[in-house]
Every structure is written in structure tokens, then in C-alpha cells.
């Protein structure tokens, strides 16, 4: 009976998945934690949604609306970033919720806060699991992150870029002084992460329900991905994110559960953080 | 090292004290003087600018004593105004009862959700409290708010009759409802400029400066930076009894995730170092989207100021439009003790 509500959940938890691995690209290699991150999405799939509309082809309109977003994530990293790079990683996480207003109310102002829906082509193929019907749209979710997972570690461990982007997470400084241009591998960074959470956030309007807030604020469980992965591990994040959608989906079916199922991520988060405290260390930031 | 000249300059006895007077003085003056000048939907605009300032205050003691980024305040404005609701219909204890009440419910489950991230970096704390504003975001939209109903969540459905909480018997128009509040505020700015003048704000200095240091001389870090979850939480909760008293019922729509978040960005763009920063939050968070309102400006592009203001506050200024204010009086006072020295 359940079983439905696991390939739903699935599905979105791989976007959930997807979404947190670009986030932690982005905060492996800049010490960025980008929490506007949903906003682009949101931003990528108005856009499309609003090309669509207007006659453009489809699959034009959703490389322009992930073009967007990218866009948007490289200006604000190539410009922030630099000023930001030598503060506290909470500093440069605060910021990027100013970032996140911003989208958001031009977005709401532009658009206004009506449900919309997005519709992509691949909705209507797919193919019967023992009894449950899988749609195309959520089999490309899931292997796109799973793809991104393995492709991102095995990139970051074998190509010059990727031992780049790990030499800049440890010390910016440093590794400018040895040559590499950090700049430049900053802005591939920014540009990916961008960029991945245009498809995120184009997918999740499709899956789930296309309106500026719901999208910026899937945020919080992508951020709960990478809380499972403790912002440094791949494959945890890919777990997590699976696990936070499941968690979320198989909750429908029953009344006493069924509201409060959004609020998964945040008790996934909290669960593993105590966990994670169990020794009892306390943390210190570096004293300057 | 300014914070080190502030610590160690003499204060003679009495300037405290002619402070609080000069407060007290200036808090009568305004009691009166708003309501009299200014039309209903004003006073009301600035009896919730009171509230949130109170709220406003607290996100700044956080971040601009300790560095700690809570990303959560207005939920806990919910969880206070929720207490005062449910006890108000339950019980129909004294108003001032239910605040006090409201203030400590919230202040045990402020401090729940500062346990465990709070061991850890400061960036799980922003995260974490994130995460829970929007979970009770969404607790709050499922269970709505008590409206005199019966059972734990005090709903009343179909027939039932819907009441509004009462306000209390010292303010019960608009202009009282004002003074009452802005009494409140003051004394809940008090507390915390109180914590933040003693020993807990003496730790908190410390801790800002470096972690490290402040654990070797001898200050509890974790238990520190508890106390002043503690505290925020407690007025936070406070704010929100204001809130549920001030139209009697309380809106699930007004404690979103984004509302959050907002809060903590109007906070950055007042000023987070000081207090002054607080009721300049309070201010741009609930009057200056009326005024908006008013010229006929889209409520949306509030958001984009705020976005723009936040990473501009983050990025170059750190002391907000405070920290600006008191540059100016600085200046002017220099400038006008170089015309009497020459």
C-alpha cells in the first residue's frame, strides 16, 4: 500500500539530493553555504514557466531558465565572494539569505504568489514497477543524482579542477599563492552549483507545485541532505535526501501525520545532529 | 578594540541612572504623544513596530553579543503567542501572568532546540534554527492557533463560538493597548541590557572575542551562550503574548519561515550591536511597510530592499543604521567639545 508514496519519495528526495549536492560543491570549494539556493530554482522554473507561456518552445525555455540561474549564481559570486571570502562561515551563509530575499521579492512582485504548474515532457512516459507506475520525470530525478553524486566525487578526486577546488576549501590563501587561479575555479563553482539548481528547481515545480515561496524554501531540505553529510560527504547527502523524502511521502496515507510530513527535514536535521554530538566536543571557532 | 576602551572607561554612579530617567521620560512623551497625534492604523502600526522591536532586540543580543545566527525568532513569537492564547482561554489567569508564562514556556523550548546545536559550530545553530522555523511554520498552519475551543489545541470548530483573547484591563483602547506595550518593551529591554551590562554580558564579550580565549579563562561557552538563548527566547515568547493580545487571535500566515528571516535581515540593517538597533528594526519590520503601503509601493519589493539591505549590512556594514546614528552623535559631540575647548 505504501509503495506509491516510496516512488514519490524517492523522486523527490533525489531532487531534495540533487539540490544539497550543489550546495555542498559550492560549500566544499568557496565555504559558501548558499542558502538562496532555492530561490534560483525558483527563479529557473518562473522563467520557463513564463516562456512557455508566452510560445516559446520547451526545451529553449528551460535552458534559458537554468541559464538564468546560473547567471544569477555567478554575479553573486563573483561579486560577494571575494569580499566575503575571509569571514566566518556563518557570515557568508547569512549573506546568501539576503540574496534569498531578494530573488524572492522580485519574484512574488513579478509573478505574485499564485499556483502555477509546470508541465515537462516527460511526464507522460514511464513504465510499471511490479504494480506502481514510475514516470519518467522521476526516473530522470533519481539518476541525475545519483549521476551527480558519483560524478562529483570522482571529479573532485581525479581532475587538476577538482584537486583545486579542494586545495581553495582548506586555504584560499594559500592556494592562490601556489598558482592556482582561484578566481576562476571559484566561478566554475558558482557557475555548476547555479546551474544545478536551475534542474532542481525546474523538476521540484514539475513534481511537486510551482510557486516562488514553496521552491526558495526547499532549501531547508536539501539542507538537511547535507546536515546527513555532515557538509563533507557525497554520498551521506545523496542518502539524506532520499531519506527526507521518503520520510515525507510515506507519511501521507496517514491522517494523524499527514500535515505535519514537511516538517521531516527538520527532525532528520536534529536527529542527527544530536547524534553527531554524542561525544560531547565542543566545537570552537579559530580564535583571530 | 573598541569594545575593550568601552569596557575599561570610568562611569561615574549617576549617569545610569540619569539614563533611565531620561528613558522613562522619553517613553511617557511617546505613550502619549503618538496616539494623540497619530491616526488608529499608525498606533496600531506602531504598537506591532513595539513588539517586533522586542523580538528585533533579541536577534541582535544574539548575533552582535555572541556571533550567533538565529534563524527561528518569529516561530518562537508563535510558541509565545500560542502559550498566551491556549492559558488565556484555559485558565483566564491575569494578563501579566499569561506573559510571564508565555516567556518561560518559550524559553524551555528555545533552549531545546540550543542544546544540540549549540555544541556544535555556529553555522549548525543557524541551520537548525532554520529548519525549526520552518517546521513550526508548518505546525502552526496545520493545528492554527487556539481560538477558545476546547481540547489541547483549543480550536473551536463548526458551531462553536470563536472568541478573541482579551486585552488587558490597563489597555484596553488603541493608545492604552500602546503605552501598555511599549511599557512591557522597556522592561524587557531592560533585562536585556541588564544581562548585557553584568557578568553574562561581560562572558558573551568574551566569547565574541575568541572561543578559545574565553574557555581558558575560566567561562562555561556552552552554558553562556545557553543563558542568553534563555534570555532571548524568554522576552521573544514575551513579544508574543503582546502579539496575541494586541487583535485577540493570531495568524498562522504571519509566522512563515520568510517572516524569520526577514526579522534577522531588518535586525542587520538597523544594527545588531545595540539596542537602538532593535527598535530600529521593530520599526522597519512593521511601520515601514506601512508607509510603503501608504505611497502605494508593491509589498513585495519590501523583500528586495531587505535582501539588498542584509548582504550590504553583512558585507560593509556591520553596525547598521545604529552604528551610523551614534558615529553621527560622536561626531557631533566632538565636534562641539573642540568649540568649547578652543
Redesign the interface.
Known sequence: MLKPFIVTGLAVGSLYALSGLGMLVLYRTTGV?N?AYGALGAMAALISWELIQQGTEQWPSYAVGVGAATAASLCYGGL?GP??AER????K???S??????????L??YWTDDTRTLTLPTDTSGFDVVDVRVSTTQLIALALAVVVAVGTSVYLRASGTGTEMRALADDRELTSMLGVRVRRVEALAWGVSGALAGVSGLLLADLTQLTA?SL??LV?PA??AC?VGRFRSLGWTLFGGLLVGVLEAVGTPYDWIA??R??A???V??VV??Y??RH??????A?? | MTTLTVAVRRRSAWRPAAGVLGVVALLVIVGFVVPAVFSVFWVRSFTTSAIYAIACAGVGLLYGRLGLVSLGQIALVGVGGWITLRLGYGTGLPYPILLLLAGAGTCVIGVMVGIPSLRLSGLNLAIVTLMFAGAFAIVFNATGFPNGGGGFLGRATGSVQRLALERPTLGRGDGGYFRYVLMVAALMFGLLALHVRSRPGRQWAAIRQSEAGALASGVDTTRSKLWALAVVSFTTGVAGGLLAANAGVLDPGNFGASESIVLFAVVLIGGAFSLLGGVLGGLLSQAFPSLLDEIGVNGNLILLVFGVGLVHAVSTAPQGIAGQLQGLAALVRRRVGALEDG
Not at chain 1, 566566518?88 to 557570515?91: A, L, T
Not at chain 1, 539569505?97 to 522580485?106: D, H, K, S, T, Y
Not at chain 1, 560531547?280 to 571557532?285: M, S
Request: no cysteine.
Open positions: 553555504l542558502l560577494l569580499y566575503l566566518e562561515s556563518v557570515v551563509a547569512t549573506a539569505l539576503g540574496f534569498a530575499l531578494a530573488i524572492l521579492g522580485v512574488n512582485w515561496n526558495t524554501f531547508i539542507l538537511a546536515v500535515d505535519y514537511s516538517a527535514p527538520f527532525v536535521a536534529i545532529v544530536l553527531l554530538q560531547k566536543t565542543v566545537t570552537i571557532g580564535a583571530r
